[in-house]
């Protein structure tokens, strides 16, 4: 098992930035890959941005490319979700995510085993 607990959501208005952690303990973290997802209010959840358990490898959603960042921190058990220039259809809770894996070069997009509970980030316009 793998805790995980986002923080850093908040209010921001549009054009703004935000980081997000995502703090994970009971597991030994670089055996993890891990990512971030969004479920904007009557939507389904969807995948934003997903890092290698190395850290070598990245993958990110279309709506989201060279806006976001993800990042990790191995030492600190801690991935990052960097958001700049955020515009309000950001408005979501934000999820982060891991999976267990063998394969240290691979960033996936689904398939997460173990999630947090969510932060909320609101733009306005």
């Known amino acids: 098992q793998v805790q995980l607990v986002e923080s850093g959501g908040g209010l921001v208005q549009a054009g703004g930035s935000l980081r997000l952690p995502c703090a994970a303990s009971g597991r030994t973290f670089s055996s993890f890959a891990m990512g971030w997802f969004r479920q904007a209010p009557g939507k389904e959840r969807e995948f934003v941005a997903g890092?290698?358990?190395?850290?070598?490898?990245?993958s990110y959603a279309d709506s989201v490319k060279g806006r976001f960042t993800i990042s990790r921190d191995n030492a600190k058990n801690t991935v990052y979700l960097h958001m700049n220039s955020l515009k309000p259809e950001d408005t979501a809770v934000y999820y982060c995510a891991g999976k267990e894996t063998y394969y240290s070069g691979t960033a996936y997009r689904s398939g997460y085993d173990y999630w947090g509970q969510g932060t909320q980030v609101t733009v306005s316009s």
């Open positions: 890092i290698s358990k190395s850290g070598g490898r990245t």
